[in-house]
């Protein structure tokens, strides 16, 4: 009785992998320097790592560092642009509109940037990532509050670089 119970449910499990319901395709997979395949599914902690580009920064330590520092800067510099306005927000000519665009479609293509290089899932760049955005929005929010509260008093208070 115990075999055909077996039996039936390695049956079922076969019928139903067969359709594919509800199952998730296989993540991809590539090989690293010693041509071993690998799949990250978690955070992995090591300097050998993928990032934005194939082959990049590789397995050499110098270009991992330079990777994390990249990240790092890519996420102040996603917060400087979200706190930053370069115009009044008065301002309704055509050019001045293109101009913030232009401005947020940077800023929108940089955050994804960070994201992508946080889906590499390695450990030192996603603290990079975190913390570049953190040390970004202590710099510039900072910076936005004490010039919002100094200029609430005047007429066109909103914040500029």
């Known amino acids: 009785m115990e075999n055909s119970s077996k039996r039936s449910m390695t049956l079922k499990l076969k019928a139903t992998s067969r359709h594919n319901l509800g199952t998730v395709p296989p993540p991809a997979t590539e090989t690293n320097n010693a041509g071993?395949?690998?799949?990250?599914k978690s955070l992995y902690w090591s300097h050998d790592a993928q990032v934005?580009?194939?082959?990049?920064p590789g397995a050499d330590s110098a270009m991992y560092a330079l990777a994390v520092i990249f990240v790092f800067v890519l996420a102040v510099l996603v917060e400087w642009l979200t706190y930053c306005n370069f115009m009044k927000q008065s301002a309704e000519s055509v050019s001045k509109a293109v101009l913030q665009t232009a401005i947020h479609a940077v800023r929108t293509g940089?955050?994804?940037?960070?994201?992508?290089?946080?889906?590499?899932?390695?450990?030192?760049?996603?603290?990079?990532a975190v913390g570049g955005h953190a040390?970004?929005?202590?710099?510039?929010?900072?910076?936005?509050?004490?010039?919002?509260?100094?200029?609430?008093?005047?007429?066109n208070g909103p914040i500029s670089c």
């Open 36 to 40: 071993k395949t690998v799949v990250h």
């Open 110 to 128: 940089l955050s994804y940037m960070v994201m992508l290089s946080v889906m590499s899932f390695n450990g030192g760049i996603f603290l990079a």
């Open 52 to 56: 934005l580009f194939t082959g990049w």
């Open 135 to 155: 040390v970004g929005f202590v710099l510039f929010r900072a910076r936005a509050k004490r010039k919002s509260e100094s200029d609430s008093t005047k007429p």
